[in-house]
T-cell receptor
């Protein structure tokens, strides 16, 4: 089955700095990669996703890059703000093979220091 | 904006008891999921449901678990005989379409299950 590794487990940045979170996946059939933000005690919220037919996607301060060859994808947050502080999870699934279930990474706790 | 809802928000039960967790997916969604998250750990897939039957399930989803869509709006997860290790936050999620190009999953607020 799919295995998703996520690094780092914790990340502390100063407000205004950039943050990068990296994930690798094992199943080359995976073709959908969402990123979720989870605040303490709340539900995971989808913040951005990418499909394997593109290498990069951007939405304001958030961007995701995908390297299919290396089976690696990353979340980039620019100009971080204190409200970006949360746990971020990457995930993968394979729509073509019918594996719609998301396999999540272990999460990154991002702390943005004011 | 429509959201997935779940009840109860917190369920406390004794080991060996049966619990039913309830979810109301977004109304025009077709795929439904249950995930769980043990405190401080990652979200883990349990089961998905489509067209009134289980579509996928993980090794966690053993004979103690079952799912049902008893009517046109509710989606339930039953744990027959709870164990201490079933204590976790249980999230329901739903997806709009069954097409191969779309899999954005919307999560409910979760039910925190505490087994004593």
């Amino acid at each position: 089955g799919e295995n998703v590794e996520q690094h780092p487990s914790t990340l502390s940045v100063q407000e205004g700095d950039s943050a990068v979170i990296k994930c690798t996946y094992s199943d080359s059939a995976s073709n959908y990669f969402p990123w979720y933000k989870q605040e303490l005690g709340k539900r995971p919220q989808l913040i951005i996703d990418i499909r394997s037919n593109v290498g990069e996607k951007k939405d304001q301060r958030i961007a995701v890059t995908l390297n299919k060859t290396a089976k690696h994808f990353s979340l980039h947050i620019t100009e971080t703000q204190p409200e970006d502080s949360a746990v971020y999870f990457c995930a993968a699934s394979s729509l073509d093979t019918g594996r719609r279930a998301l396999t999540f990474g272990s999460g990154t706790r991002l702390q943005v220091q004011p | 904006e429509p959201e997935v809802t779940q009840t109860p928000s917190h369920q406390v039960t004794q080991m060996g008891q049966e619990v039913i967790l309830r979810c109301v997916p977004i109304s025009n969604h077709l795929y439904f999921y249950w995930y769980r998250q043990i405190l401080g750990q990652k979200v883990e897939f349990l089961v998905s449901f489509y067209n009134n039957e289980i579509s996928e399930k993980s090794e966690i989803f053993d004979d103690q678990f079952s799912v049902e869509r008893p009517d046109g709006s509710n989606f339930t997860l039953k744990i027959r005989s709870t164990k201490l290790e079933d204590s976790a936050m249980y999230f329901c999620a739903s997806t709009k379409t069954s097409g191969s190009s779309y899999n954005e999953q919307f999560f409910g607020p979760g039910t925190r299950l505490t087994v004593l």
